[in-house]
C-alpha cells in the first residue's frame, strides 16, 4: 500500500506530498494530508490534474465551500473561482503580501489552487510563515501585539484595476480581527495583519497605525519565514490562510495563465494571550 511521501520545501513552512492520487485517495490517507497541511502551512501535490468535479470533492473533505464574491466563477462550476492571467496583463492577481478573505467574520480556512495553465516562465507563488515570524519578534512585542486587534476591510478591490470590483453588492462593512491569533486547530499564535486587507488598528487612526503595520508586513515576509512554490502543470497547492501569507509573482508578461482556485470557510479567530 502506498503512502504519502513528504518533503519540506523550506526551514519554516511548506512540504511537497508525492505518492498518493487525491481523486482517489482514502479518508485516511486525506487525513494525514491535512495534518501536513497544519504542520507546514502549505503543502503542494504535483501530477494531480484535477478535473473540476475533483477539486470540489477535495475542498468538501476540509470544510464548506467559501464561494469568492470578487472573482469570475469557472463556466458550469460556480463553487470554483477563475484566477485568469492574459498575456497583456503586467500586474496579476494576488500580487502582493496577503490573507485569503481576512475582510470576512470567519476567514478563509484553506485554499486550493489548481495548475490549469502555466506560462513557459514565471508565475511562482511565495509564502510566508506566520507563525515563525510571531516565534522570531521579541517578547515585548509579542505581548503588545496580542493586546490589539486590527480593522480588515475589502475596499482595496475598489482600486483594483484588474476587474475584481465589478460587483458594488460583493462589499462589505469591514471586521475585526486579533493582531495575533491562536490556530484553530493546532493553538500555535501567528501573526494576523496583512498589506493587502488591514487598514488600521482598532481604537488607533490609519495614520498611527501605518508605521507600525508597515514594520510588522516587512518583518513578517522576511526570506527565512518564506518558501517558494514552482508551480508545475497538474500541480495543487493547498495553504491555511491562519498559518501563512502568500504572493503571486508577476513576472511572465506577454503570456497567460490560468488557475483554478476553491475556498474553504473557516470560523471566527480567536486571540493568543
Known sequence: MSEWEI?????????????????RASNSELQKMRSALFEHGVIVMPDQNLCPDDQIQLARFFGSID???????????????????????????????????SYDTAPAMCSILSARELP?????T?????????GAMSH??????????AWHSDDSFLN??????????????????????KHPVTGVPCVYVNGDFTTHFE???IEESTSLLAYIYRFVTQPIFTARVVWEPGMVAIWDNRLVQHYATADYYGHSRL????TVEGVPLKGFN
Open 7 to 23: 518533503e519540506k520545501i523550506a526551514g519554516h513552512c511548506g512540504a511537497r506530498l508525492k505518492g498518493i492520487s487525491l481523486s
Open 67 to 101: 464561494v469568492n464574491r470578487f472573482f469570475t466563477p469557472v463556466s458550469n462550476y460556480p463553487a470554483i473561482a477563475e484566477v485568469r492571467t492574459s498575456p497583456e496583463q503586467s500586474a496579476v492577481i494576488g500580487g502582493t503580501w496577503h490573507t485569503d478573505h
Open 120 to 124: 513557459p516562465f514565471g508565475g511562482d
Open 126 to 134: 511565495h509564502f510566508a510563515s506566520m507563525s515563525a515570524a510571531y
Open 140 to 149: 515585548g512585542l509579542q505581548k503588545m501585539l496580542s493586546n490589539l486587534r
Open 160 to 181: 483594483s484595476n484588474l476587474g475584481l470590483a465589478n460587483n458594488p453588492d460583493a462589499f462589505r462593512d469591514p471586521v475585526l480581527h486579533p493582531v495575533i491569533i
Open 203 to 205: 481604537n488607533w487612526s
Open 259 to 262: 488557475m483554478h482556485r476553491i
